[in-house]
C-alpha cells in the first residue's frame, strides 16, 4: 500500500512477523506530543482513527482524522462513557491473523483491523487526589474504554501494538520509518509489558481509593510502586538495589526532595532518611535529628538550628560519624561550618543559604537534600512491611498519648521541668528500635540505648553511651519493664524521672523502688515496639 492511501479493506490473513501498521486508533487524555505523534504516523499513510478531545486536538492541527463511529457504525453516547466498546473495534484489536476462522469471522463481519493503538486514560490518580472534589467526580475519572482497548491490543501484542506513554512516541514512529511500518516481536511484546503494567497501576488506584473510604484491613490489599530512582546497590554492594515511590501516596520519602550535591543515594541513606524525617515530623520548633544504622543517636530542640546540632550531636559523637543529619530549619553559613567539622553521609534540612553551600561544597561526598515538600504526608496510610511471600499490614504508630491521659503512680509527682523531658523522651523513643531506652535532659538526648534482647541491657547501654552526668536526667521506656532491675539500674545512676507504658504484673516493684528512690514515674498505657 503506498503512502498517502487510507485503508477500508476487511481483515486479511498475515503472519506476526509481517504486521504492517497500517491504521491506528488515537485517544488520549494526556495531549503530551500526540499531535507530532498523529503527524508521523500521517506522513507514513498511516490511517488515523480518533475519538472526542483528541479527535478535535488532531483536526485544529490540520491531521485528518476518521472517528470511531465510521468505523463501527454506531454512535458516541451518554456522554462519551460509551464510544469504544463495540465488536467490530475488539475483533479488529483481537483477531489471530494467521487463524483462518479468525480471519473468516472477520470478513464475514466487515472488521477492519487496527494495528496500533495509542491510548491514556482518564487522570483518575490526580482528580482523586484533588482537595474538594466529590464522589461522583472521581467515578466519572474512572475509564473503562481505554483500559479495554488498551489490553486487548497487549494481549494480541503480536498482531497489535498498544502505545501508552508519550515517552515511546519517538521510538515507536522511528522504528515504523526505518522498518516499513513494522514494529519488531521484541519492541510488541516491550509494548505489551508497559501496557499490562499501566492498566494494573490505574485499577490499583481506584481499588484503593475504594479500600481507603472504608478505613478498615481490605480482603485484597493492592498497591502499585513505581520505580523513581536507581541505587548505586542494597545493604551490601554486591546486593541491586532501586527505589520505588507507591503510586498515589501523598507524600513520599524523596516527594519534593532535591539533591544539590554529593554522591549517589544508597539504600542504606533512604532507611535512615525515613527514620529522621518520621521522627523530625514530630517537633513543629527547631529540631536536629541524627540517624545511625536506622536509629536515632542524637536528638535536640532549642532555640535554633545551630544549637539544636550541636545539642544532639553531643549526644553520642562516635556514632554520629558517618550518619544522617535531619534538620527543620534552613541551614546558614555558621550551622554549616559546624557541620563540616564532622564525616556527615546525608544532610537534609527545608533550604541552604548560598554561602553555607560553598561551606558545604568543601565536603564534595556528602549528600545535601534540599526539602521542598510542604504537605504533611496521610498518617492513615497502613504501613507494610515484607516477609518471605508475604506482607505484613498493620496501622501507623502515629500519634503519642497526651500528658493528661498519662498516669503519675510514684509518690512524687513530676516538676515541669521533669514532665517536658519526659514527654521529649517519650517522643523520641518511639523512634528507637526496640528495646528502646531513651534518657534526656533539658530537651536534648543524653543516652540512647536501642535493639537489645533484654530491656536492663538496654538501661546499661544508654548509661554506658551518655556523655556525661545522667543527674537529674529523664528515661523513657517503650515498653514496660518485667522487672525492677533495669529501674534500679537508672535511678542508682541520678535518674529522676521516668516514664514507661506500665501493664506487668510486676509494676508494684518497680514502683516500690522508684519511691524509695524518691524518683517520680509516669504510667502512659500504651507501648511504643519498634521492631
Not at 27 to 34: A, L, N, P, Q, R
Not at 159 to 180: G, I, N, T
Not at 307 to 332: K, Q, T, W
Not at 432 to 438: G, L, W
Amino acid at each position: 500500500m503506498e503512502q498517502g492511501t487510507q485503508p477500508r479493506d476487511a481483515l486479511s490473513a498475515v503472519a506476526p512477523g509481517e504486521v504492517q501498521v497500517a491504521r491506528a486508533l488515537l485517544s488520549v487524555s494526556d495531549k503530551t506530543g500526540i499531535v507530532e505523534f498523529a503527524r508521523g504516523l500521517a506522513d507514513l499513510g498511516i490511517e488515523i482513527i480518533s475519538t472526542g478531545g483528541t479527535a478535535h486536538v488532531l483536526a485544529e492541527a490540520g491531521i485528518p482524522t476518521r472517528s470511531i463511529s465510521e468505523l463501527t457504525g454506531f454512535p458516541e453516547i451518554m456522554d462519551g462513557r460509551v464510544k469504544t466498546l463495540h465488536p467490530k473495534l475488539y475483533a479488529g484489536l483481537l483477531a489471530v491473523r494467521d487463524d483462518s476462522e479468525h480471519v473468516a469471522a472477520a470478513r464475514e463481519h466487515d472488521v477492519e483491523p487496527v494495528d496500533l493503538v495509542c491510548v491514556n486514560l482518564y487522570p483518575f490518580e490526580r482528580t482523586a487526589g484533588s482537595r474538594g472534589v466529590s464522589d461522583r467526580e472521581v467515578i466519572e475519572n474512572i475509564d473503562i474504554g481505554g483500559p479495554a482497548m488498551i489490553r486487548a491490543a497487549a494481549k494480541n501484542y503480536v498482531f497489535a501494538a498498544p502505545v501508552v506513554s508519550p515517552a515511546a512516541y519517538d521510538a515507536v514512529l522511528e522504528e515504523l520509518r526505518e522498518s516499513d511500518r513494522r514494529l519488531s516481536p521484541a519492541t510488541r511484546e516491550n509494548l505489551a509489558a508497559e501496557a499490562f503494567a499501566y492498566t494494573a497501576r490505574y485499577d490499583t488506584a481506584i481499588a484503593r481509593w475504594f479500600q481507603e473510604k472504608r478505613e478498615d484491613l481490605p480482603p485484597l490489599m493492592v498497591r502499585a510502586f513505581e520505580k523513581t530512582l536507581e541505587l548505586p546497590y542494597g545493604e551490601n554492594p554486591h546486593q541491586r538495589a532501586a527505589y520505588y515511590a507507591q503510586v498515589g501516596t501523598r507524600t513520599h520519602v524523596l516527594s519534593m526532595v532535591s539533591q544539590l550535591g554529593g554522591k549517589a543515594l544508597s539504600y542504606n541513606n533512604l532507611l535512615d532518611l525515613d527514620a529522621a524525617r518520621l521522627l523530625l515530623a514530630e517537633f513543629q520548633i527547631p529540631a536536629c535529628v541524627i540517624v545511625k544504622h536506622n536509629n536515632p543517636c542524637g536528638v535536640a530542640v532549642a532555640t535554633g538550628a545551630l544549637e539544636a546540632y550541636e545539642r544532639a550531636f553531643a549526644c553520642d559523637p562516635l556514632s554520629a560519624f558517618g550518619g544522617v543529619i535531619a534538620l527543620n530549619r534552613r541551614v546558614d553559613r555558621v550551622l554549616a561550618e559546624a557541620v563540616v567539622e564532622q564525616f556527615v553521609e546525608v544532610l537534609f534540612a527545608p533550604g541552604y543559604d548560598e554561602d553555607a553551600l560553598e561551606v558545604l561544597a568543601s565536603k564534595p561526598n556528602t549528600r545535601l537534600l534540599d526539602d521542598r515538600e510542604r504537605r504533611t504526608p496521610n498518617l492513615l496510610e497502613p504501613h507494610l512491611r515484607q516477609v518471605v511471600g508475604g506482607m505484613l499490614v498493620q496501622d501507623r504508630d502515629f500519634d503519642l498519648e497526651d500528658r493528661s491521659e498519662m498516669q503519675v503512680v510514684s509518690e512524687r509527682r513530676p516538676s515541669e521541668q521533669e514532665w517536658q523531658d519526659l514527654l521529649f523522651a517519650w517522643k523520641v523513643c518511639k523512634h528507637v528500635r526496640s528495646n528502646a531506652i531513651v534518657l534526656t535532659r533539658d530537651l536534648a538526648t543524653i543516652g540512647i540505648g536501642a535493639g537489645q534482647m533484654s530491656r536492663v541491657d538496654s538501661v546499661r547501654l544508654a548509661l554506658e553511651k551518655a556523655r556525661v552526668e545522667v543527674d537529674g536526667a529523664a528515661l523513657a521506656s517503650d515498653a514496660y519493664f518485667p522487672f525492677a532491675d533495669g529501674p534500679q539500674l537508672a535511678l542508682g545512676a541520678g535518674v529522676s524521672a521516668i516514664i514507661q507504658p506500665g501493664g506487668s504484673m510486676r509494676d508494684p516493684a518497680v514502683v516500690e523502688v522508684v519511691d524509695a528512690a524518691g524518683a517520680a514515674m509516669v504510667f502512659t498505657s500504651r507501648r511504643h515496639f519498634r521492631h
